[in-house]
């Protein structure tokens, strides 16, 4: 038997616009999967229950997500509370993001440019940082098609499997399972040099008894980036990234494409030092740091062309 249940959650007037098509089309990583406009995804909650969770959007007669929860052993309403609540969270439901799309990208040429194809697309959390800092540890000097195997891979060999419906379904690899696998398995997940990161991570979190998720109390950004150097594997810019993608707060990372893209829209191509770099998006973007980040990195090579400028790097952003 399996047990059911639909909510729904309204979307306010500040995370408006709301474009949950983004969701479904970029940066759709395993263990989330898409099912026609739902977005799917296999939790284990502590209690050790598992749940399948399905969300999907609906415009009228106003903006709601509808979270569908499945569980072969009824999870308690306190259970079910906290998963929407992440859910929620995951999905961005009380970003407020009316005023950057309103008044902060219509005077910007380029930010206006960047957000026409996806426009009012929000920065979609994950739920664990722990899932950040690995899924930022695979992205490092690779291409998108390969970052998405990876963590297939990883989530196929790593995770724990449920099949519902006759569909199997992977969650995302705990540090206790990664920390004690032997590295050569998890180098046969296509990962290369990361990964001695990768176990690396685990093993440390294991063995101090951390939770990365704790941090997310934390409201000053340099602490968390100093804890998050600590990790093996883990500099600057994956950290600043793991910020963004896992604690959805203003952090511009810099990588070979995010350089890239401020080269060559804000400074007439010109090569300039990342501190530089840094200045312009603080000052330039401040709170909205994080935002800009995924419209400057997102299909840039589209529609830079609608700016009449060259970029040479190819986006692998959407899903598929």
Not at 21 to 33: G, K, Q, S
Not at 193 to 201: C, P, Q
Not at 215 to 239: N, Q, S
Not at 271 to 292: I, N, Q, T, Y
């Amino acid at each position: 038997m399996i047990y059911k249940n639909t909510t729904t959650v309204s979307i306010p007037d500040k995370s408006q616009p709301y474009n949950f098509d983004f969701f479904l089309t970029h940066y759709v990583f395993a263990p989330w999967a898409i099912e026609g406009k739902e977005i799917v995804r296999l939790f284990k909650l502590d209690s050790g229950k598992f749940v399948l969770t399905r969300t999907g959007y609906k415009e009228k007669p106003k903006p709601q997500l509808f979270i569908n929860l499945q569980s072969k052993t009824n999870p308690k309403d306190e259970e079910q509370r906290k998963l929407i609540e992440l859910l929620s969270w995951i999905f961005a439901v009380n970003e407020n993001v009316k005023y950057f799309y309103e008044v902060v990208c219509q005077k910007d040429p380029v930010l206006k440019t960047a957000s026409e194809e996806i426009y009012g697309a929000h920065l979609r959390t994950d739920p664990y940082v722990f899932e950040s800092v690995l899924g930022v540890i695979v992205a490092q000097n690779v291409l998108f098609k390969r970052i998405y195997e990876m963590n297939r891979l990883l989530c196929e060999k790593f995770g724990e499997k449920q099949i519902f419906n006759t569909k199997t379904y992977y969650t995302f690899p705990t540090p206790e399972k990664l920390a004690k696998a032997d590295i050569t398995e998890i180098r046969a997940c296509k990962v290369g040099y990361r990964d001695k990161y990768i176990k690396g991570v685990a093993e440390k979190i294991v063995k101090e008894n951390i939770n990365l998720d704790d941090l997310r109390k934390l409201d000053d950004i340099e602490k968390i980036r100093e804890k998050l150097i600590e990790l093996p594997g883990v500099g600057p810019y994956t950290a600043d990234l793991t910020i963004g993608i896992g604690f959805r707060l203003p952090t511009f990372h810099l990588d070979l494409f995010s350089r890239e893209a401020l080269y060559q829209f804000y400074f007439n191509g010109k090569v300039v030092p990342d501190e530089k770099l840094r200045g312009f998006a603080d000052k330039s973007w401040g709170k909205w740091k994080h935002l800009v980040m995924l419209l400057l990195t997102t299909n840039t090579d589209t529609w830079a062309k609608k700016l009449g400028l060259p970029f040479r790097l190819k986006s692998g952003a959407k899903s598929g």
